[in-house]
């Protein structure tokens, strides 16, 4: 996993704005007409996402520590994955800051 430089957090944030204009878009087109570009913004936000949570969590630092009790601990916040995963799939920024938030919280918290 590359560490995520500043621009690169700014577009996964657009990807995730993208993704959510596109989730208004009915489903035909969106995965039709539309679907070759839907696909992308999928793609890049599945591929993009533990460097993004990487930079979120640190605040831009990409120092996360990697030692097994911090990222088991980290890892059992299944509700908070499940929050983000969820933001991501509505394509909801807001949502998906908060539940970020709650992971950064519990990461500064638990080290």
């Known amino acids: 996993m590359h560490p995520m430089t500043k ?3 700014q577009q996964y944030r657009l990807l995730v704005q993208r993704k959510g204009k596109a989730m208004t878009i009915p489903a035909e ?3 039709g007409k539309y679907g070759a570009e839907y696909q992308k913004i999928v793609t890049a936000l599945r591929t993009q996402f533990r460097p993004y949570l990487a930079y979120y969590i640190t605040e831009g630092k990409n120092n996360l ?5 911090t990222a088991e601990r980290v890892r059992q916040q299944k ?3 499940a929050g983000i995963q969820t933001a991501l799939y509505d394509g909801n920024l ?3 800051d ?3 938030d709650r992971l950064k919280e519990v990461y500064r918290h638990e080290g």
């Open 79 to 81: 509700a908070i994955f």
């Open 29 to 31: 087109l969106r995965l």
């Open 98 to 100: 908060r539940y970020c």
């Open 65 to 69: 520590r990697h030692d097994a009790e």
């Open 7 to 9: 621009d690169e957090f």
């Open 94 to 96: 807001k949502k998906m």
